[in-house]
């Protein structure tokens, strides 16, 4: 089993997974009121192919990815929208599961609801109540941020720089303008609320996170994943409610860059495509998945139409691969350079999930194949680019009908005599059948047009 590091988020240092131990893994997914945008993609692809690449490593790793159905902006975007929030909600869950279905990538292990965890939530505030950690006031509960004495540590902010953001709750209720609501009571106009000790309300954003994670995971596990927009408040606080509750919670901290983009001009020249189902109606799942791991999880990652139309070419060169070697795999053994750029891919993914460094030893063999000739090679790509999600890509060999090949042979023929007439009119007649004939270091072969 091979050492896999990565870079916590709370120390900055390089931790490495336990071998012999589940590695559980919890990532913060989608508030569920609209669709989901390309950005919110990243964290599930890149917390998906973690697993993937884990489980292929031997790793017993287990995924968890929430869906926050209780919050704030559902009751505002079901108002607009004219529909009971429980209804609203339950709609855009079903939207946020479709959508990435249409990636290609499976599921997680699990997919808890906010809604379907309230028993744990409550139970978890009234620990934090019996504590002092946490106080009722007019219906509402809040969490004491200075009675957890390591408030800061994965934000490193300072006190006078914290914005609580939409769990401040109502500043005449709380002790503290740093503390932030665990709970909320009902509100006139509100279309739904659950029971607990201090009333009707629902629960604030943070706990939710630290409840549906210690209910699938148990008090600790291994690592708590994440965009980087997260790390303060929401992380910050699920840190401060677990662990004043006495729980150990994460080990390691994993947050993902943000994709940088102009929206309002992407939506004026190419229409919404920063929704994922119109980027993947626009360009297909494999361009989708292909952009989404170009550069490295924790760096910024810029959102264009440059940046799909470049993800396009890399996507199609590989398709292109697969076109032009369609010889049966290899039974011989695997040639050393092809070897050598399958550990180096698998190295750059067990070093701090390397995904941009893994899919430039796949070009490098691409590349070298297109070259000359190497024993495995073409196995080789399919077996990496299966643990990026891009395995469908080795499907594209197409069936070249025998009458293509019947003109190609008499093509080469003609060329062969000299007959150039002859030869470029055989050319035009494949073209027409949707052919196009390609020169390579194998021969010529029939490539589809498009």
Known sequence: MREVRIRDSLSGELRTLPQDEEIGIYA????VYSRIHIGNARPFVVFMLLARFLKSEGYHAKLIINVTDINDKIYDAAKDAGEPSEKFAKRMTAAYFEDTDRLGLGRPDSEPLASETIRGIVDLIAELVESGHAYESGGDVYFRVRSFHHYGKLSNRRFEDMDQGEEAGSASLKEDPLDFALWKAHKEGED???????????PGWHIECSAMAEAELGPSFAIHGGGSDLVFPHHENEIAQSEAAG????????????IETDAEKMSKSEGNIFQLSEAIAKYGNEVVIDYLVSGHYRQPLAFDTGA???????VERIRNFFREHQEPDDSKAEDPWVCARREDFRAALADDFNTAKAMAEVFDLVGERNRRYLAGARQAVRAMLSVLGLGSL???EAEVDLHAEELLAERQEARAKKDFARADEIRDCLAEMGWEVRESIDGAKLVPKG
């Not at 729980?247 to 943000?258: C, D, E, L, T, Y």
């Not at 799909?308 to 890399?314: G, Y």
């Open 247 to 258: 729980r150990p919670f994460a080990q390691i901290w994993m947050h993902n860059g943000m």
């Open 192 to 202: 739904s609320s659950w029971s607990s000790p201090w009333g009707p309300g629902r």
């Open 28 to 31: 913060c997914g989608p508030t």
């Open 308 to 314: 799909m139309i470049q993800a396009c070419a890399r």
């Open 394 to 396: 080795a499907k594209a």
